[in-house]
């Protein structure tokens, strides 16, 4: 942004805020939470997602569910490609495309698809 501070003129609700800041990171030095109370069990599966301006690719590992490991990846269409280019997209808009597809690709029965490897 062209002409913004590059600092933030102190006031009273921020030095509260920072103050509360500070509170909540001392606290959270003094007694961290082990991540077994944050993560009660294995997850059922992990996925990776990545997009770029090329294309988009997914890989989805087995966790506690038994199945086995699904990765795909796909080439944007020109037209993306040269939206992209041209910045009239973002790779933001590419990775909310990737999110979007992943969850369709959710709905995909795998079980009849070829394995490669």
Avoid at 58 to 73: A, E, K, M, T, Y
């Amino acid at each position: 942004m062209e002409g913004s501070q590059k600092f933030i003129r102190s006031n009273p609700a921020i030095l509260e805020c920072l103050k509360d800041w500070k509170f909540i990171l001392k606290n959270m030095l003094q007694s961290p939470t082990d991540i077994s109370l944050l993560i009660a069990e294995c997850p059922h599966y992990t996925t990776y997602l990545d997009a770029c301006g090329l294309g988009a690719g997914r890989v989805l590992l087995p966790g506690s569910l038994d199945f086995s490991s699904i990765v795909w990846q796909l080439e944007w269409p020109e037209d993306i490609k040269s939206l992209f280019k041209k910045q009239v997209i973002t790779i933001n808009d590419l990775e909310l495309a990737l999110i979007v597809l992943s969850l369709f690709s959710d709905c995909q029965d795998y079980s009849s698809s070829p394995v490669v490897g």
